[in-house]
T-cell receptor
């Protein structure tokens, strides 16, 4: 079974609709992240959370909100979707820093979102 | 200037070739460095972390030059299965922010 899961895997919606993307992890990691990927731009950070009570904006948080319902769950919402939010969305997790080494991120399989 | 820049690619090389990718970063306070591999329409997966002394994993060698703010990845004896996009990732000094480069696409041809 996958350690980081995302639902839905694909979604087509219309402008103005509210959309929620969900992420769950069984890795026991404290840190969770949401990214979007657009062709030629690489992954860009939307929000991140270091524990259940910690939420931080990333590079491109406008138009998005998040909720960390539990250590294992981190959801991303688009309150009123617009076409330029069409992208591939990834959730990721990482363990906290240990021994001065920053640990790698583990990614979910992605959600392909199309806003018409 | 973008925070993390990579060779634009794509790189098309024959099987068995040696290929090198370059990455530069702008934040001199960066503390963690990684190379990820991403197959088409799939999630990124860690290829290797990059340590100050450089490190090697089989056919893959990563180097870090902090003074020049430069990271490299060398792939020797390329295989068809190495075809993918390679992402350079740089983490800040607080471990809060991982910045991804745009990626360099590699196609290994038979």
């Amino acid at each position: 079974d996958a350690d980081v899961t995302q639902t839905p895997r694909n979604r087509i919606t219309k402008t103005g609709k509210r959309i929620m993307l969900e992420c769950s992890q069984t890795k026991g990691h404290d840190r969770m992240y949401w990214y979007r990927q657009d062709p030629g731009l690489g992954l860009r950070l939307i929000y991140y959370s270091f524990d259940v009570k910690d939420i931080n904006k990333g590079e491109i948080s406008d138009g998005y909100s998040v909720s960390r319902q539990a250590q294992a769950k981190f959801s991303l919402s688009l309150e009123s979707a617009i076409p330029n939010q069409t992208a591939l969305y990834f959730c990721a997790t990482s363990a906290a820093r240990s021994g001065g080494v920053y640990n790698e991120q583990f990614f979910g399989p992605g959600t392909r979102l199309t806003v018409l | 200037r973008k925070e993390v820049e990579q060779d634009p690619g794509p790189f098309n090389v024959p099987e068995g070739a040696t290929v090198a990718f370059n990455c530069t970063y702008s934040n001199s306070a960066s503390q963690s460095f990684f190379w990820y591999r991403q197959d088409c329409r799939k999630e990124p997966k860690l290829l290797m972390s990059v340590y100050s002394s450089g490190n090697e994993d089989g056919r893959f060698t990563a180097q870090l030059n902090r003074a020049s703010q430069y990271i490299s990845l060398l792939i020797r004896d390329s295989k068809l299965s190495d075809s993918a996009t390679y992402l350079c990732v740089v983490g800040d000094n607080y471990g809060q922010n991982f910045v991804f480069g745009p990626g360099t696409r590699l196609s290994v041809l038979p």
